[in-house]
Structure formats: structure tokens, C-alpha cells
């Protein structure tokens, strides 16, 4: 399956009236080499992903997913070096979904927004809080910000 996605930061906080539902994610990386791994809790689901190299510029890549036992992801999120936790917020604009991750913990002060696509060229209507895109820039990658989390970075807010 291929993923095609756009990555943008947030320029200001005014998504949050438009919010249509919020979910708590926690996610570890249990391997990232050709193929990263990638465990999460998502509220009460546990799925295990596998994404392959990005291509076109950060832009597609390679994406298996897949439900498995909450216990079970409990368990491979203990064994990772590290985790993410942020809260995803669902927003609908002008037909598309976009997905905006809320950083806690070390990536505190981190708000990225990103919208699927069923193409490359495909065009999408950019709400007014979105920000800079950043697709493709690998500090921005979850597996990035587990090992170099934001709050390190010195910046006050993206």
C-alpha cells in the first residue's frame, strides 16, 4: 500500500474550533533501518506498522498497518528505546481530513498537521492555520523525535 501524505507546522491554534474528535497516542519505534517498525496505542488499539524508505521527496512511501492486542502493544512499547505520546486531532476542511499531532512530554510545544492524498498532484485547500510545509524534512518524523525530541531543539514553539 502506498501512503501519500503533506506535511505542514501549524501557524496558529485557531484549528482547535473546528476539532471534530481528539485521540491520545502513544508510539515506539521498534526498528528503523530499510523498514521502520512501529508500535502504538491509539485509545484502546494496539497497531503495528511497517513504512519503507519515503520517496518524492518525503511526499510517498511504502505503509502496512495493522490491529493487534492492546496487551501486546503494551508489551513492544516496554521494549522500545523510546516513546512519543501526542494527541491527534481530526479536522475536516474542504474535503479533506487533516490530521494534527498535539507533541507532550519532551516534543511539548510541537503541532504538526498532515493530510493524505490519493495522489501526488492531487490539489488541497489549505485552511488559514496552516503553517510552513515540512514535507519530507526528516526531523519532523515521529522516529526522528523520539531520539531528538523538540524540546531540545531550543525553539519555543514551531
Known amino acids: ?20 474528535r481528539s485521540m491520545r ?5 521498534l526498528c528503523s533501518r530499510r ?12 497497531i503495528l506498522t511497517f513504512k519503507g524508505k519515503s520517496r518524492d521527496g518525503g ?5 502496512w498497518e495493522s490491529e493487534i492486542p ?27 481530513t487533516f490530521e494534527i499531532d498535539e507533541f507532550k512530554g519532551k516534543n511539548e510545544g510541537l503541532i504538526i498537521a498532515e493530510v493524505e492524498l490519493s495522489r501526488a498532484d492531487e ?7 496552516i503553517g ?3 514535507t519530507g524534512e526528516r526531523c519532523f518524523y515521529n522516529s526522528f ?10 525553539i519555543k514553539k514551531a
Open 59 to 63: 511526499l510517498s512511501r511504502f505503509e
Open 25 to 29: 497516542i502513544a508510539q515506539g519505534y
Open 132 to 134: 510552513d510545509e515540512i
Open 123 to 129: 490539489a488541497v485547500a489549505l485552511p488559514s492555520w
Open 35 to 46: 523498514v521502520t517498525a512501529r508500535v502504538r496505542i491509539c485509545d484502546d488499539k494496539g
Open 1 to 20: 500500500m502506498q501512503e501519500i501524505e503533506r506535511k505542514y507546522l501549524i501557524a496558529d491554534e485557531s484549528f482547535r474550533e473546528d476539532i471534530s
Open 70 to 96: 492492546y496487551k501486546v502493544a503494551e508489551q513492544l512499547l516496554q521494549r522500545c528505546s523510546g516513546v512519543v505520546d501526542k494527541v491527534r486531532h481530526i479536522v475536516e476542511f474542504k474535503g479533506h
Open 145 to 154: 523525535l523520539v531520539k531528538h525530541p523538540f524540546r531540545s531543539w531550543g
